[in-house]
């Protein structure tokens, strides 16, 4: 930001520069050929008066002009040329001073009757003086400029520097450091700025430490209630019904799959974030979720299938990744038709960007998503069958945390894609899942 504020005072400075400084050097060219040409014209006026005074009450001149007063006024190197009217031929000429000049600058003075004069001297002195007065103009408007570029250089670290400030002190925020800075700037907005920063800090804490003592309670009395119910559980499993000891035991592999995925969750949610961690396996961390759901999609008829590499990696939290799935599985299996697939394949992020994706695709054969839903179908509260809009919100701030993104690549039928960056995949892999991804035993 300071370089643009800088190079937009520069600018605006040189071009200041440019609109007044080639009309004064003009001007200063000129003022100095006017100086010189007065100058001449005053000479002039002093020999005509000697030329007129030695006149005759004829207005002629009889005999020879005298000279000796006229001599001093003419310049060195320069010419003058009378015409005086005289009784012989009523006129005559004589020149005084350099027989010749080079690159003259004349001037003449008419005297009426009386004849007139001519005044010739070099130009290189005048010239030469225009020249000096240039590179006067020059050094001004560089001396001007500048003290306009220090000027320019010290408003934009002024304006600039406590931008900055201000910048990374909401980076800061941003990533979680709520400790309080009293640097103010003297400028009253960026001040306002960080007065409402301050505030913003105090109630973001709050807020965050709230919500953590929230889901710490909620999470426990969570694992308290599943505790009980496994209890319960556990002596159903001593029924001499060994059908109703079955359904126990799956209840219970159930109850601790939850009790897991709270506790992964809870410690999840302290985390900064995915750029740092181990790759994971996507396939194997699917598996189990897919497993899940394929009773309650037999029990409607249809199919849940799994296909992709499984040697493909993902820098992700596993319990993150399979609760957005849990998500878009469950909203196939409400909202879409027909077999539900669940393929793992790596796709490129772009023309720049020659790493590899890992991307996860749900899709169905139902009727899809319709075109007016379809802009808010991850915004959070809306829902149009009645649920609570908060599954497919809350699928894609998981996978965001991650550093992933979430997306609806096709609307009729139903087509949502996640993708996640890769670190493990080889070009084998990429090979084996664009041409034959392996299918997961149903």
């Given at each position: 930001m300071?370089?643009r504020?800088?190079?937009s005072?520069v600018?605006?400075?040189?071009?200041?520069?440019?609109?007044?400084?080639?009309p004064l050097?003009?001007?200063?060219?000129?003022w100095v050929?006017?100086?010189?040409r007065n100058?001449?014209?005053?000479?002039?006026d002093?020999?005509?008066?000697?030329?007129v005074a030695?006149?005759?009450d004829d207005?002629l001149v009889?005999?020879?002009?005298?000279l000796?007063?006229?001599?001093?006024?003419?310049?060195?190197d320069g010419?003058?040329?009378?015409v005086?009217?005289t009784?012989?031929d009523?006129a005559s000429?004589?020149d005084?001073g350099?027989?010749a000049?080079?690159?003259?600058?004349?001037?003449?003075?008419?005297m009426?009757?009386?004849g007139?004069l001519?005044?010739e001297?070099p130009?290189a002195?005048?010239?030469s003086?225009?020249r000096?007065?240039?590179g006067?103009?020059?050094?001004l408007?560089l001396?001007?400029?500048?003290?306009?570029?220090?000027?320019?250089?010290?408003?934009?670290?002024?304006?600039?520097?406590?931008?900055?400030d201000?910048?990374?002190?909401?980076?800061?925020?941003?990533?979680?450091?709520?400790?309080?800075?009293?640097r103010?700037?003297?400028?009253t907005?960026?001040?306002?700025?960080s007065?409402?920063?301050?505030?913003a800090?105090?109630?973001?804490?709050?807020r965050l430490?709230?919500?953590?003592?929230?889901?710490?309670?909620v999470?426990?009395?969570?694992?308290s209630?599943?505790?009980?119910v496994?209890?319960r559980?556990?002596?159903?499993?001593?029924?001499?019904?060994?059908?109703?000891?079955?359904?126990?035991?799956?209840?219970m592999?159930?109850?601790?799959?939850?009790?897991?995925?709270?506790d992964?969750?809870?410690?999840?949610?302290?985390?900064e974030g995915a750029a740092?961690?181990?790759p994971?396996?996507?396939v194997?961390?699917?598996?189990?979720?897919?497993?899940?759901?394929?009773?309650?999609f037999?029990?409607?008829?249809?199919?849940?299938v799994?296909l992709g590499?499984?040697?493909?990696?993902?820098?992700?939290?596993?319990?993150r990744?399979?609760?957005?799935?849990?998500?878009?599985?469950?909203?196939?299996l409400?909202?879409?038709?027909?077999t539900?697939?669940?393929?793992?394949?790596?796709?490129?992020?772009?023309i720049?960007d020659r790493?590899?994706l890992v991307c996860?695709?749900?899709a169905?054969?139902g009727?899809?998503?319709?075109?007016e839903?379809a802009p808010?179908i991850?915004?959070r509260?809306?829902?149009?069958?009645?649920s609570?809009?908060?599954?497919?919100?809350?699928a894609?701030?998981?996978?965001?945390?991650?550093g992933?993104?979430?997306?609806?690549?096709?609307?009729?039928p139903?087509?949502?894609a996640?993708?996640?960056?890769?670190?493990?995949?080889?070009?084998?892999?990429a090979a084996?899942?664009?041409?034959?991804?392996?299918?997961?035993p149903?």
């Amino acid at each position: 930001m300071r370089r643009r504020i800088l190079l937009s005072m520069v600018a605006a400075l040189t071009l200041t520069t440019l609109i007044l400084g080639v009309p004064l050097s003009f001007t200063a060219w000129q003022w100095v050929e006017d100086i010189t040409r007065n100058e001449l014209r005053n000479r002039l006026d002093r020999i005509a008066v000697e030329v007129v005074a030695q006149e005759k009450d004829d207005g002629l001149v009889h005999g020879e002009l005298d000279l000796r007063s006229v001599r001093p006024l003419i310049p060195e190197d320069g010419q003058l040329t009378i015409v005086y009217p005289t009784p012989q031929d009523n006129a005559s000429r004589v020149d005084v001073g350099a027989t010749a000049v080079s690159d003259p600058l004349a001037e003449s003075l008419a005297m009426g009757t009386s004849g007139s004069l001519r005044l010739e001297t070099p130009a290189a002195p005048m010239h030469s003086m225009q020249r000096q007065a240039l590179g006067a103009v020059a050094a001004l408007v560089l001396i001007s400029l500048g003290a306009g570029i220090a000027v320019a250089v010290v408003t934009a670290r002024r304006v600039a520097d406590p931008l900055r400030d201000v910048a990374a002190r909401a980076a800061r925020l941003a990533m979680g450091d709520f400790r309080a800075d009293s640097r103010r700037h003297g400028i009253t907005e960026l001040d306002r700025v960080s007065d409402v920063l301050d505030s913003a800090t105090v109630e973001i804490a709050g807020r965050l430490q709230r919500e953590h003592a929230l889901v710490a309670d909620v999470s426990h009395q969570l694992r308290s209630r599943l505790t009980a119910v496994r209890l319960r559980l556990d002596e159903l499993s001593t029924h001499s019904d060994p059908a109703v000891v079955h359904e126990a035991e799956e209840a219970m592999a159930q109850v601790d799959r939850l009790t897991g995925a709270i506790d992964e969750l809870v410690r999840a949610s302290r985390d900064e974030g995915a750029a740092d961690r181990d790759p994971v396996p996507v396939v194997a961390e699917l598996r189990g979720v897919v497993a899940e759901w394929r009773h309650p999609f037999a029990e409607a008829g249809r199919k849940l299938v799994l296909l992709g590499d499984p040697t493909l990696r993902a820098p992700v939290t596993g319990s993150r990744l399979r609760e957005a799935l849990a998500v878009l599985v469950d909203n196939a299996l409400m909202h879409g038709g027909g077999t539900c697939t669940v393929s793992v394949r790596t796709v490129t992020g772009g023309i720049a960007d020659r790493e590899p994706l890992v991307c996860v695709e749900v899709a169905d054969e139902g009727d899809g998503v319709r075109d007016e839903l379809a802009p808010h179908i991850f915004d959070r509260g809306f829902s149009a069958a009645g649920s609570t809009g908060v599954g497919l919100a809350l699928a894609r701030a998981l996978i965001e945390a991650d550093g992933g993104r979430m997306e609806l690549q096709r609307r009729r039928p139903a087509l949502f894609a996640v993708f996640l960056g890769s670190t493990g995949g080889s070009a084998a892999s990429a090979a084996r899942a664009a041409t034959g991804p392996i299918t997961e035993p149903r």
